[in-house]
């Protein structure tokens, strides 16, 4: 079973719309991360959260961890079309680095020039 | 830091063959190392994991006998993919970890096609 789900699936949105991408989790987590991905190619890593009510910006994308540390949104301001591509959120599941890394199930975002 | 080396980037075998996948970490020693598989417009899904020196923990659905995971010593793992067939053809990434490294340890994947 996914223990990270992501909302929606799949967006596809006008250049200069707004868009939020949500991931969710049933466990409480010790780190977010999130990530964008072509299939096929490595993944770029966008931010990392880590407390609970965390908020980091760079550039036009902003992402926000809730308090219990369960819930995480990507929200893009302003899209543009070089931000299409595949959005994966990772967590860690335990406190350091030998503890199980996931991903959530991917949202995949196209913007319409 | 934090320099992860992953071979080959792509490759095509036939089907029947043995494919290594390698992955190092360079300048960091890796006790611990993930190893994932990604289906065309799927996410990344976690294989195995592996701690230096023992043997590796499957994920539910993941054949050990199919997917040999080595990790040897800490600077290097393999995954070699046994006689693949079509159905094996994804995109394999590692991510090697030290107890104090967080999610952006990845390589950069191999893509395997198996004709």
């Known amino acids: 079973s996914q223990e990270l789900e992501q909302s929606p699936q799949s967006l596809i949105v006008q250049e200069g719309k707004n868009l939020t991408i949500n991931c969710t989790s049933s466990?409480?987590?010790?780190?977010l991360y999130w990530y964008k991905q072509k299939y096929g190619e490595g993944l770029i890593f966008l931010m990392m959260?880590?407390?609970?009510?965390e908020e980091k910006s760079h550039e036009k994308i902003t992402a926000k961890l809730d308090e219990k540390k369960q819930q995480s949104s990507l929200h893009i301001t302003a899209s543009q079309p070089s931000h299409a591509g595949i959005y994966l959120c990772?967590?860690?599941?335990?406190?350091?680095?030998?503890?199980?890394?996931?991903f959530g199930t991917g949202t995949r975002l196209k913007v319409l020039a | 830091g934090a320099v992860v080396s992953q071979h080959p980037s792509w490759v095509i075998c036939k089907s029947g063959t043995s494919v290594k996948i390698e992955c190092r970490s360079l300048?960091?020693?890796?006790?611990?190392m993930f190893w994932y598989r990604q289906f065309p417009k799927q996410s990344l899904m976690l294989m195995a994991t592996?701690?230096?020196?023992?043997?590796?923990?499957?994920e539910q659905g993941v054949e050990k006998d199919k997917f040999l995971i080595n990790h040897a010593s800490l600077t290097l793992s393999t995954l070699t993919v046994t006689s693949a067939h079509p159905e094996d053809s994804s995109f394999y990434i590692c991510?090697?970890?030290?107890?104090?490294?967080?999610?952006?340890?990845f390589g950069s994947g191999t893509r395997l096609t198996v004709v």
């Open positions: 990772g967590a860690d599941l335990g406190p350091s680095g030998t503890y199980k890394y996931i």
């Open positions: 466990k409480t987590l010790y780190g």
């Open positions: 959260l880590q407390k609970g009510g």
């Open positions: 300048d960091f020693q890796a006790t611990t």
């Open positions: 592996s701690n230096e020196g023992s043997k590796a923990t499957y």
């Open positions: 991510s090697p970890r030290d107890r104090s490294s967080y999610g952006y340890t």
